[in-house]
C-alpha cells in the first residue's frame, strides 16, 4: 500500500491537520484483528462490536481518549502446558483504534457471547442543531424575532 505524504497540505491550510492525521491513520497497515463491525442503530446512536472470542472481561480495556476509542485484549498467560494439533482460534493480544468525531461519546460496553458490543451516542449541541427561523410580512412593524430549534 502506498504511503501519502501531506507536508503541502500542511504548509496551505489552517485547522485542517486533524483531517490529515486521520488520513495518514487510515492508510496505516491493518492487521484485520480481531474482526469488528460498525452498525448505525438510529439516526444519533452506533455500534461498535468486536469478536473477542477466548477474552475474558479483565483482559479486556475501553479507553476513550479525546478523539481515540481504544479496545485492548491483553490474553493472561496459560498456567498449564497444552500441545494443540490445530490452533485457529487466536489468542494474542491485541489494540484496536477508532477515531470518533466531535460530539460522540461512548455510553457503555457489553461482552456477550465472545462477542464486545461499545454502545455510542451522537449528542449535538443545541447552537449546531437545525432551527426554523420565521419571517416578518414587514407590515405589523413588530421587530422581534423568533426563533425554533428542531428536536
Known amino acids: 500500500m502506498r504511503h501519502i505524504d501531506f507536508p503541502s497540505l500542511y504548509r496551505s491550510t489552517v485547522g485542517f491537520d486533524r483531517l490529515a492525521q486521520?488520513?495518514?491513520?487510515?492508510?496505516?497497515?491493518?492487521?484485520?484483528?480481531?474482526?469488528?463491525?460498525?452498525?448505525?442503530?438510529?439516526?444519533?446512536?452506533?455500534?461498535?462490536?468486536?469478536?473477542?472470542?477466548?477474552?475474558?472481561?479483565?483482559?479486556?480495556?475501553?479507553?476513550?481518549?479525546?478523539?481515540?476509542?481504544?479496545?485492548?485484549?491483553?490474553?493472561?498467560?496459560?498456567?498449564?502446558?497444552?500441545?494443540?494439533?490445530?490452533?485457529?482460534?487466536?489468542?494474542?493480544?491485541?489494540?484496536?483504534?477508532?477515531q470518533v468525531a466531535d460530539h460522540v461519546e461512548v455510553t457503555g460496553a457489553d461482552l456477550k457471547d465472545g462477542m464486545l458490543h461499545v454502545d455510542l451516542v451522537r449528542n449535538l449541541p443545541e447552537r449546531m442543531k437545525p432551527r426554523t427561523v420565521s419571517i416578518s410580512d414587514g407590515n405589523t412593524g413588530d421587530t422581534a424575532k423568533q426563533i425554533e430549534a428542531h428536536a
Request: cysteine-free; hydrophobic content about 35%; proline content about 3%.
Open 22 to 98: 486521520l488520513l495518514d491513520q487510515v492508510s496505516g497497515e491493518d492487521s484485520g484483528y480481531p474482526p469488528y463491525n460498525i452498525e448505525r442503530l438510529a439516526e444519533n446512536e452506533y455500534r461498535i462490536s468486536m469478536a473477542v472470542a477466548g477474552f475474558t472481561r479483565d483482559e479486556l480495556e475501553v479507553e476513550v481518549k479525546e478523539q481515540t476509542l481504544s479496545v485492548r485484549g491483553q490474553k493472561a498467560a496459560e498456567s498449564t502446558e497444552r500441545q494443540f494439533l490445530h490452533r485457529g482460534i487466536a489468542a494474542r493480544s491485541f489494540e484496536r483504534r477508532f
